[in-house]
């Protein structure tokens, strides 16, 4: 079914960072996640925990801010991205869904502590003087990340004409296989385009925000 198609995205592993709190404390992170789901009750809060230890430090932010950044990233953008594509494999067409997590690594947000940002690939697929006219993108995408620009754009390019992703994808970038029941996405780095598939850690994690999602109506 041809009309009935699918392309989701997913950046790195700590996709909120521009979102989340500067939490100092576990219990800051547990508070920043119940303000925004505030149907979570003390046992969901103590179960997300478990799921998300303290991580390694990030520049400028408190010590649970990574950790913070993580769970909001996933349970908001990552994991319900997952869970499109995964109904659409099981019920509609398993060759007609796409993902991909998106790591380009831009200097100055590393700097900032913030990763890869949400939406960050739009300089690429629109062009970096898209959003804010003729040199205003992130300099970084006219200088060492200027060759992901083409491959993002003939991959849009190529769904948006021919509904497959693939059929008209930059030279030498390797086809973007579909989802399917085995979680494969393409994952863009500068200077390296692949096939992964979903880790086993990640697949957990999504998995225990599904048996949230009637409680946060996420």
């Not at 547990?30 to 925004?36: D, E, H, P, T, V």
């Not at 478990?50 to 649970?64: A, F, G, R, T, V």
């Not at 769904?159 to 989802?179: E, G, H, I, N």
Request: proline share 6%; net charge negative.
């Amino acid at each position: 079914m041809k009309s009935r198609i699918v392309l989701t995205e997913a950046y790195t592993s700590i996709e909120g960072t521009v979102f989340a709190a500067n939490a100092a404390t576990q219990d800051e992170m547990l508070r920043f996640l119940q303000s925004n789901y505030p149907r979570l009750s003390p046992s969901n809060t103590r179960a997300i925990s478990e799921h998300y230890p303290q991580l390694d430090s990030l520049p400028n932010h408190n010590i649970w801010f990574p950790s913070t950044a993580r769970a909001y990233g996933e349970t908001t953008f990552i994991c319900p991205g997952a869970h499109i594509l995964n109904s659409y494999a099981r019920h509609l067409n398993t060759s007609r869904a796409w993902g991909y997590r998106y790591d380009v690594h831009d200097d100055e947000q590393i700097a900032a502590g913030f990763g890869v940002p949400h939406i960050f690939s739009s300089w690429a697929i629109f062009g970096p003087d898209s959003e804010a006219g003729v040199g205003g993108g992130p300099q970084s995408y006219y200088t060492y990340n200027a060759g992901v620009v083409p491959v993002m754009m003939d991959y849009w390019i190529s769904f948006v004409r021919t509904l497959d992703p693939s059929s008209m994808r930059y030279a030498d970038t390797p086809r973007w296989q579909s989802w399917g029941y085995d979680e494969k996405r393409l994952l863009v780095r500068t200077g390296d385009v692949f096939v992964e598939t979903v880790s086993g850690d990640e697949m957990h994690r999504c998995a225990f925000w599904r048996t949230l999602a009637p409680i946060m109506r996420q």
